[in-house]
């Protein structure tokens, strides 16, 4: 799932302060049309706008719900599909035809620039969508598509933590990084400490269950200096973190770029139809790029 908002802007959450971190308020975003799914997005916030490179986090089900995306451009970002309920089929312009199912990886490195779409029949889905930022050194780099059906699995008394993305407590998922990352999907079972990188910050969501000291909805911000997390309950939450990303970065719809004008040049290549390939087997049309904002965008960093 990607950013379908007709009237894309800068993103105005609460921050509050939690137990040893801020707590980010989600805002409800309705995607597509009349029936159409709503999800929760954390990342980016007002005040925080990233979590090591991870710069975007959409959490949406358990609902009853068709997903229908149809293809849109992205570039200068990797885009992650998890999902704990359901199936979405995923379709790009390399050709890639891939179901993504719970417990297995869909990662699609934009780069320069990619296309693609997602849909499913009607059923129950639950899952989350993120994006990653690339680097400067990655961000114009070719695109590509990885699906990963085994994942490592980090056990320990009171838990087992799928390794999503990046490396957790010594064991590496195979899916591509560009920066120092984390992403993993925890199962807890009684209480136990999950192993942290000391330079990393970390975010925190509640996916199901009850974990102590977490709620459904908002993202539990932790900052560097930790090398444990202590988990207690019965239920499974996402964490993400990663060496704080220092470099500034514009986000505007599906695009992340380094500049205003870099934005308009993405935008003029959709709607002209260049630089992004063309998504085969979609039954309509692509999506056409909402007009820019009557003010430049800013590149900006981590916080605001």
């Known amino acids: 799932m990607s950013n379908l908002e007709r009237e894309p802007r800068e ?56 997903m229908r995306v149809p293809p849109h451009p992205h570039t200068g970002l ?72 085994e994942l490592p699995v980090l056990e320990g008394a009171g838990f087992a933590a799928t390794v999503v993305l990046g490396s957790l407590g010594g064991a590496v998922s195979p899916a591509t ?12 079972d009684g209480t136990g400490e999950v192993p942290l990188d000391p330079g990393f910050e970390y975010g925190l969501l509640l996916l199901d269950g009850e974990v102590e000291g977490l709620a459904r909805g908002p993202l539990a911000y932790l900052p560097p200096g930790r090398d444990g997390l202590r988990l207690s309950g019965r239920g499974r939450v996402l964490l993400v973190g990663g060496a704080p990303f220092g470099e500034e970065i514009v986000m505007w719809w599906n695009f992340v770029g380094r500049s205003h004008d870099e934005i308009a040049a993405f935008r003029k290549e959709w709607a002209e139809g260049e630089g992004f390939g063309v998504v085969e087997g979609f039954d309509g049309d692509p999506l056409p790029a909402p007009v820019l904002p009557g003010v430049r965008l800013k590149p900006r960093g981590r916080v605001r």
């Open 11 to 66: 993103i105005r959450c609460a921050a509050e302060r939690g137990a040893g971190g801020e707590l980010l308020e989600g805002r409800a975003v309705p995607l597509g049309g009349p029936r159409a799914m709503s999800v929760s997005r954390t990342l980016p916030g007002a005040h925080r706008r990233m979590i090591g490179a991870w710069c975007f986090l959409d959490a949406y089900g358990p609902e009853v719900a068709a």
């Open 78 to 149: 990797q885009t992650v599909t998890w999902l704990l309920a359901g199936e979405v089929l995923h379709r790009d312009s390399l050709g890639s035809l891939q179901p993504v199912r719970p417990g297995r990886l869909n990662l699609m490195t934009a780069g320069r620039g990619i296309s693609h779409s997602e849909e499913s029949a009607e059923a129950t889905l639950h899952g989350v969508q993120l994006w990653v930022a690339l680097p400067e050194e990655h961000r114009a780099g070719p695109p590509a598509f990885e699906h990963h059906a």
């Open 177 to 188: 990084v560009h920066t120092p990352l984390t992403g993993a999907e925890i199962a807890v």
